[in-house]
C-alpha cells in the first residue's frame, strides 16, 4: 500500500513545510547501496515504476513526482511549500499513488508566524 498521508499536529498559523525526496530503489546497473542490508540482491530494480501527486491541506502542490518529472536514482530533491494550519485541524500532506508506491525521505516544519 505504501505512505497515503503524513499528519501534523501543529498549533494554528502559517508554516514552510520542506518534503525530501529521493528515489533510493531504480538504482542503476551495477551500483548497490551501502545501507542495503536485503539479502535478495538480485531483485531487479524498474526504472519509471513510480509516480504519485502531493496535496497540502488538499490542494495540490506536486503533481506526477517520478523519475519523468522530480526523481533521478541517487539523486536528493527538496520542495519548500507554505502551509496554513487553521481551527485546530494541523496541516495534512496527502499522497496519492498513481503508479507504485509514494515516498518521502524527509520532512522538515517551520513556523513562519
Known amino acids: 500500500m505504501g505512505l497515503t498521508q503524513f499528519k501534523l ?3 494554528d498559523g502559517e ?7 529521493s528515489e533510493l530503489e531504480a538504482v542503476p546497473a551495477g551500483e ?3 545501507y542495503n542490508l536485503s539479502k535478495d540482491v538480485s531483485r ?3 526504472p ?6 502531493v496535496l497540502l491541506n488538499g490542494q495540490p502542490v ?8 522530480y526523481l533521478e536514482p541517487l539523486r536528493a530533491v527538496r520542495f519548500k511549500l507554505s502551509a496554513s494550519a487553521q481551527s485546530g485541524r494541523g496541516i ?3 499522497f496519492k499513488a498513481t503508479r507504485g508506491e ?9 513556523r513562519v508566524y
Open 32 to 34: 548497490q547501496l551501502v
Open 9 to 11: 499536529d501543529v498549533p
Open 62 to 69: 506536486l503533481v506526477g513526482v517520478g523519475e519523468a518529472t
Open 102 to 110: 509514494a515516498v518521502l525521505n524527509g520532512i522538515q516544519v517551520r
Open 44 to 46: 531487479p530494480t524498474r
Open 92 to 94: 495534512t500532506v496527502d
Open 48 to 53: 519509471g515504476s513510480r509516480s504519485f501527486d
Open 15 to 21: 508554516y514552510e513545510v520542506t518534503l525530501h525526496f
